[in-house]
């Protein structure tokens, strides 16, 4: 169907003016008056439900990141999960402590063997328990204690000491 020139340009108009409504912020609808101001007729208006119309052959869709007022239940979730998270912090903040007080321990021990160990660095020498000979001398009225590892006589009293000089019992087969 072949339109005159006045309704071509009429329907273009009428398009022209949707065009607006739909794509402005604040215009809901476009009217013109045919009768001088008393009656208006709308020639656009905007579509609440419909999607904006426009002249592109094709659409595309976008996530935007869009500000939602939560519901009742779901405040409510989320106190929950706030509640178990500040109990997982607390017990993991009493955990630290724990091992940081066993660590700490641990690094105690390490220093005092560290300054133990300096210490015998710094000397070369330490006392050890070492099994000793007893040598009761009578002649010469001497105690010598001679060393197993090293048969270095290590200690010499005269006169016998006491303990030394009496005879000793056997107590059996115990020795």
Do not use: H
Not at 99 to 114: L, M, R, T, V
Request: net charge negative; charged share 30%.
């Amino acid at each position: 169907m072949k339109l005159n020139p006045i309704e071509k340009a009429a329907r273009e108009f009428k398009s022209g003016m949707q065009d607006i409504v739909d794509k402005a912020d604040g215009f809901s609808s476009i009217s013109i008056s045919v009768d001088g101001g008393k009656n208006y007729i709308p020639i656009a208006e905007k579509q609440p439900d419909s999607p904006i119309k426009t002249n592109l052959m094709s659409t595309k869709k976008e996530t935007l990141n869009l500000k939602c007022t939560l519901t009742d239940e779901e405040i409510m979730d989320l106190s929950k999960e706030q509640s178990e998270y500040i109990q997982n912090r607390q017990r993991s903040k009493d955990e630290l402590k724990s091992f940081s007080s066993q660590k700490k321990a641990e690094i105690d021990g390490f220093d005092a063997n560290i300054n133990r160990t300096a210490q015998l660095i710094s000397t070369g020498a330490e006392y050890r328990n070492i099994l000793c000979e007893v040598i009761v001398d009578e002649a010469k009225n001497e105690v010598y204690w001679i060393r197993q590892d090293t048969n270095e006589i290590v200690n010499r009293e005269s006169p016998i000491p006491v303990r030394y000089s009496q005879p000793e019992i056997p107590l059996g087969d115990n020795e």
